[in-house]
């Protein structure tokens, strides 16, 4: 079966850090176009890192603080440093090649 599933969310204090994982099943990522998204409660999902040929992405919000990179074949990461409270969401990951998506693993930023 063809899937990605996320795993490492969790609840951290400000200031932490956590390591989410995309595991693709009966897949590698080799050549994928890959994305990081977030939907935190009650907005719309948005774009957080992106992974392609050319290189790397970030916006504004995150620049700096989450690195996207390939663990190996089968597995990408999302690190997440310094986290804000405004970091609280689902987090997503996407093969943009395949326009699969992941289930989704929640993040917590609380004192």
């Known amino acids: 079966q063809v899937q990605l599933v996320e795993s490492g969310g969790g609840s951290v204090q400000p200031g932490g850090s956590l390591r989410l994982s995309c595991k693709a099943s009966g897949f590698t990522l080799t050549g994928h176009t890959m994305n990081w998204y977030r939907q935190p409660p009650g907005k719309e999902r948005e774009l957080v890192a992106s992974r392609s040929g050319d290189g790397t992405n970030y916006p504004d919000s995150v620049k700096g603080r989450f690195t996207i990179s390939p663990d190996n074949a089968t597995t990408l990461s999302l690190q997440m440093n310094n986290l804000k409270p405004e970091d609280t969401a689902v987090y997503y990951c996407?093969?943009?090649?395949?326009?699969?998506w992941g289930q989704g693993t929640q993040v917590t930023v609380s004192s």
């Open positions: 996407l093969s943009v090649t395949w326009n699969l």
